[in-house]
């Protein structure tokens, strides 16, 4: 026998009834979208290599470290898995000429891939929902986006309180970052012996990605550095204030939090995250922010975006640290077939159903014909259908299936098994006349 192969380290399957889960997070987010007049883009998830190492910063963890890059064979171009959505939906809108005709508010959902040491929350292959809004300019839209994810978050059951909250930094723009990164060289300099090997290496290429190290020996030399708050002038000041004036109205509590820089070069204006304590290492579940000059880096005309993206994973474990689990999915009704002469009419009529809008769920037959009544009925209650659906003899020779409800008053279980449940007779040749009985009130 061959030897039996595994998935990819970091790379999972996902099995019901963990399915479900995601089901539920996916429908509830197109919910959501729907509500705020956002529109699905759906993206390769190979793209050329020169789009990240352009868009997000050729001197960042993600193209340094974690891309999973390779060369075609057919052609030799030189491709990535994508490593994160906002990069690809922008080649897309500049690509199809998207913003000809005005703005637009996009929303996208998919796997991303970052070469890294798999651990809770953290996966080489992991999912991504993301919103980007392109071609306008004013921080009213950055605060919009904000009230999106916690439009999502109250959908979800998140509401306040549940350890979920917001941080919030604006930086600026190009000049007052350069003016920022002397300042912030000269302050590495001068500690040039506390430097980690990776600070050394991007102090004069990237010095702001040094505020973003994890390493716990550099904190407090991090913590004494200039702050870009400091830098900025009075339009990108405006433009936050404008920001948190609407947080504020909307009563969304925040933190200013002026060491928050985010992963990705192609930042400015506002930046924010929703972080929690309750994942450990793991703590960013959703972080975004404004990026006006990454359209025209990517070879479109000048336009502004802003937008966020949430892991899927990390969301997930978040909602199961605070016991919110979706409902449970349950088919409508439970055909019970107990002979082979009964199956094709049976199907026949669970077909009808199915295309009247109820969920049935049928026991099937084994290689020896279907099994006895009290295993089927003991199936159908555990199925959670609210009726079974009885294709008895008896019932066929009139032309009716019975409908015997599992819940509630007149509970039963097989004939012979104890008190019988009131059950009705309805008309095998026409389902969809009572089709709606089936369904929840």
Not at 15 to 39: I, K, N, Q
Request: glycine share 10%.
């Amino acid at each position: 026998m061959a030897e039996a192969l595994r998935a990819v380290k970091g790379m999972n399957d996902l099995l019901p009834p963990d399915s479900a889960r995601w089901e539920w997070l996916e429908d509830t987010v197109r919910s959501v979208m729907r509500r705020h007049g956002y529109l699905n883009i759906r993206t390769p998830i190979v793209e050329p290599t020169a789009l990240f190492v352009r868009g997000l910063g050729e001197v960042t963890d993600i193209v340094e470290k974690e891309m999973y890059s390779f060369e075609d064979s057919l052609n030799g171009d030189r491709l990535t898995l994508r490593p994160e959505g906002t990069a690809g939906v922008v080649r897309a809108v500049v690509e199809h000429s998207l913003l000809h005709e005005g703005g637009r508010r996009l929303y996208y959902t998919g796997a991303m891939f970052r070469h890294e040491r798999p651990q809770k929350g953290r996966y080489r292959q992991f999912h991504q929902i993301g919103v980007e809004v392109l071609g306008f300019p004013g921080p009213d839209v950055d605060a919009e986006v904000i009230l999106l994810s916690r439009a999502l978050w109250h959908a979800l059951g998140l509401c306040e309180g549940s350890d979920l909250r917001l941080e919030l930094n604006s930086l600026g723009q190009a000049d007052e970052r350069q003016a920022h990164r002397a300042a912030l060289i000269q302050h590495f300099e001068a500690q040039a012996e506390r430097l980690d090997d990776d600070a050394k290496r991007r102090l004069h290429s990237n010095p702001l990605r040094i505020l973003d190290s994890k390493n716990p020996a550099m904190q407090a030399l991090i913590d004494s550095a200039p702050q870009l708050m400091d830098f900025l002038g009075e339009a990108s000041r405006a433009h936050l204030d404008a920001v948190r004036r609407v947080l504020d109205a909307a009563g969304v509590s925040y933190r200013l939090n002026p060491r928050l820089v985010r992963g990705m070069d192609y930042y400015n204006l506002t930046v924010f995250e929703w972080v929690t304590d309750r994942l450990g290492a793991q703590g960013t579940v959703c972080g975004g922010g404004r990026y006006d000059g990454l359209v025209e880096q990517l070879g479109g005309k000048p336009a502004p975006g802003v937008g966020w993206g949430l892991g899927m994973e990390r969301l997930l474990l978040l909602l199961e640290e605070l016991g919110l689990q979706p409902p449970r999915a349950v088919p409508d009704a439970y055909a019970i077939v107990p002979s082979t002469e009964a199956l094709a009419p049976a199907m026949v009529a669970i077909d009808a159903l199915r295309s009247a809008g109820v969920s049935v769920l049928m026991h099937p037959a084994g290689k020896d014909g279907p099994a006895s009544m009290k295993a089927q009925f003991k199936k159908a209650d555990a199925s959670g259908a609210r009726v079974a659906l009885v294709f008895g003899a008896d019932e066929l020779a009139q032309g009716m299936v019975a409908v015997k409800p599992l819940r509630g008053e007149g509970q039963g279980a097989a004939p012979g098994a104890g008190p019988q449940a009131a059950q009705v007779l309805r008309p095998l040749a026409d389902p969809q006349a009572w089709a709606t009985e089936l369904l929840p009130s």
